[in-house]
T-cell receptor, first 110, second 114 residues
């Protein structure tokens, strides 16, 4: 399996609920990033968490990082229909490449 | 507004034909990247460039070529040697040293073989 795998592959929730997506990776990282992609569009950078950080917030987003378990989670609170998109984690191991996972497709029902 | 512009948005290629995808950025970023995205998969790195006149192969460079003659531009050519080119292609850039910064992506080019 590849570095940076998201779980679940797909998630459907009601507007106002929280959405949690998980990401696992295999090798040590310098940082881990989360991106959003609307259908047929490019990726948008949401948040970056460094390997020495455990939690980071940005608006309704909360990212945690557990380097002992090689995992990260993205929590979107009070979700909105506009949050419907695919979400990708991307791990950077210190080189010039970043490895992207296959993504979680989130559908928020109004 | 600063950003990355990819063109065209849709591109159709005949068998045996070379096509070139354009990527232009006005962010003054040193590093530029080309990724390929297939349905249900993550992004796979085709080529990247850290500075003008220099570029490196990524994980799936076969059948592709690039140039970096200007800092702002990083065009990708899909050659006839690429046997399965139908995909969504994304160009990205970031600041150098880039490890602590995220990528800025273009809006993509969808290439279809007809």
């Amino acid at each position: 399996s590849q570095q940076g795998e998201e779980d679940p592959q797909a998630l459907s929730i009601q507007e106002g609920e929280n959405a949690t997506m998980n990401c696992s990776y295999k090798t040590s990282i310098n940082n881990l990033q989360w991106y959003r992609q609307n259908s047929g569009r490019g990726l948008v950078h949401l948040i970056l968490i460094r390997s020495n950080e455990r939690e980071k917030h940005s608006g309704r987003l909360r990212v945690t990082l557990d380097t002992s378990k090689k995992s990260s989670s993205l929590l979107i609170t009070a979700s909105r229909a506009a949050d419907t998109a695919s979400y990708f984690c991307a791990s950077n191991t210190g080189g010039f490449k970043t490895i992207f996972g296959a993504g979680t497709r989130l559908f928020v029902k109004a | 507004d600063g950003g990355i512009t990819q063109s065209p948005k849709y591109l159709f290629r005949k068998e045996g034909q070379n096509v070139t995808l354009s990527c232009e950025q006005n962010l003054n970023h040193d590093a530029m990247y080309w990724y390929r995205q297939d349905p249900g998969q993550g992004l796979r790195l085709i080529y990247y460039s850290q500075i003008v006149n220099d570029f490196q192969k990524g994980d799936i460079a076969e059948g592709y070529s690039v140039s970096r003659e200007k800092k702002e531009s990083f065009p990708l050519t899909v050659t006839s040697a690429q046997k399965n080119p139908t995909a969504f292609y994304l160009c990205a850039s970031r600041v150098m040293p880039g490890q602590e910064y995220g990528y800025t992506f273009g809006s993509g080019t969808r290439l279809t073989v007809v």
